[in-house]
Structures are given as structure tokens and as C-alpha cells.
T-cell receptor
Framework: DTAVSQTPKYLVTQMGNDKSIKCEQN?????MYWYKQDSKKFLKIMFS???????INETVPNRFSPKSPDKAHLNLHINSLELGDSAVYFC???????????FGQGTRLTVV | GENVEQHPSTLSVQEGDSAVIKCTYS??????FPWYKQELGKRPQLIID?????GEKKDQRIAVTLNKTAKHFSLHITETQPEDSAVYFC?????????????FGAGTRLAVHP
């Protein structure tokens, strides 16, 4: 059973388009995250939700809008895609503070 | 905000040798320090973590040490094997309104040569 799954795995799109990435976890965790991994492998937190409530927003452009319909799902919608948005986006979940974060398999976004 | 520095950025060792990766953090309120391993094209996965009330933790060939005074923590891998080849990330969890917020180091690419 996949603990944290995200779709799609690959996404190639043109500049200016709008796209969404979906994430689901079946671990019963209360907290979910989006991380961005750039071409240099640097992992940076973007957002965190706890029980559907946004608790961390790391000065991400307004073009990025997360949505959590329930605590098992956290989606990421990106408007007006730019070349610099190309990266691997990881969804993750954890039971709470100072506990292991389980990562999804990642979505490789390429903006052309 | 919290900043985590990780060294070295690349590390090449012979099979059977030991590997050491070091990290420093800036926020003295951080109290959770996990280490993640990321194989090529795969997701990061936790290999070991340590909390601030412990100075050292060991799990088979992997050990982590923490010096809270100096704000340093290190990963030690003994008897390295080719399958240890991957990118390793340290992280620190600063207090952020009571919620988890992992700040990652820049990663160390470890290559173990047979």
C-alpha cells in the first residue's frame, strides 16, 4: 500500500498554463506539506496544513494555491506557470510535531 | 529564520570505509534533527533521527551525534556499501507555532566505490 501518493508523476506544460498536482495519504496523519526540490536538489518547504488548516506559508508566490478538502488530501494548484517553476514537487505527511515526514514519490514539473 | 548548513557537498569513499556528514543549525530552539536518504529519482526517506534530549543515537551501521551547545549534528556511516550511494539530507525543526517545519541542508552526494 502506498502511504503518500501524488499524481501525476510527470508534468510537462507550456509557460502561462495552469496545472494541479494531487496528493493523498492513507496514514491517518493530521499534517501534510508541499516541498519543492530544485535542480540543485535543494528541498524547501512551501506549505503545511494541519487538519485542513493552513499553518505554514513560506512566502510562496500567490500563483501557488494549496487546497485541503480533508485531512487526507492536499492539492497544489499553480497559475500562470513560469520557467522557474520547473522542479520536483514533493507532498509529505506526518503525525505531528517532531515526527517522521513521509514523502510521496514526487511530481517532476517541466515548464517549456 | 532557521538556516541549516551541510558539509561536504560531495563525498567519495571506498567500500568498507566510514563516511561522516556534518551539519550546523542556527535556531537554538530547534529540537528535532532527522536525516533523510534520497536515491536517484526516488523520494527522500528517513534513515535516523535524534531529539535534543539525546546526544547520540545508533542504528546498526548508522549513528548520529548532536552537540546542542555548538549547534552541530553529524551522521556517521560505518562499513559503507555501494547501496549506501545516495544524496543525504540533514534537517532541523525550529519551533513554528508548535508545528513541524523541517529546514533541510543542501545535501551531500555520497558515492561508495567497490
Amino acid at each position: 500500500d502506498t502511504a503518500v501518493s501524488q499524481t501525476p508523476k510527470y508534468l510537462v506544460t507550456q509557460m502561462g498554463n495552469d496545472k494541479s498536482i494531487k496528493c493523498e495519504q492513507n496514514l491517518g496523519h493530521d499534517t501534510m506539506y508541499w516541498y519543492k526540490q530544485d535542480s540543485k536538489k535543494f528541498l524547501k518547504i512551501m506549505f503545511s496544513y494541519n487538519n485542513k488548516e493552513l499553518i505554514i506559508n513560506e512566502t510562496v508566490p500567490n500563483r501557488f494555491s494549496p487546497k485541503s478538502p480533508d485531512k487526507a488530501h492536499l492539492n497544489l494548484h499553480i497559475n500562470s506557470l513560469e520557467l522557474g517553476d520547473s522542479a520536483v514537487y514533493f507532498c509529505a505527511s506526518s503525525r505531528g510535531r517532531n515526527t517522521e515526514a513521509f514523502f510521496g514519490q514526487g511530481t517532476r514539473l517541466t515548464v517549456v | 529564520g532557521e538556516n541549516v548548513e551541510q558539509h561536504p557537498s560531495t563525498l567519495s569513499v571506498q567500500e568498507g570505509d566510514s563516511a561522516v556528514i556534518k551539519c550546523t543549525y542556527s535556531d537554538s530552539a530547534s529540537n528535532y534533527f532527522p536525516w533523510y536518504k534520497q536515491e536517484l529519482g526516488k523520494r527522500p526517506q528517513l534513515i535516523i533521527d535524534i531529539r535534543s534530549n539525546v546526544g547520540e543515537k545508533k542504528d546498526q551501521r548508522i549513528a548520529v551525534t548532536l552537540n546542542k551547545t555548538a549547534k552541530h549534528f553529524s551522521l556517521h556511516i560505518t562499513e559503507t556499501q555501494p547501496e549506501d550511494s545516495a544524496v543525504y539530507f540533514c534537517a532541523a525543526s525550529p519551533f513554528s507555532g508548535g508545528y513541524n517545519k523541517l529546514i533541510f541542508g543542501a545535501g551531500t552526494r555520497l558515492a561508495v566505490h567497490p
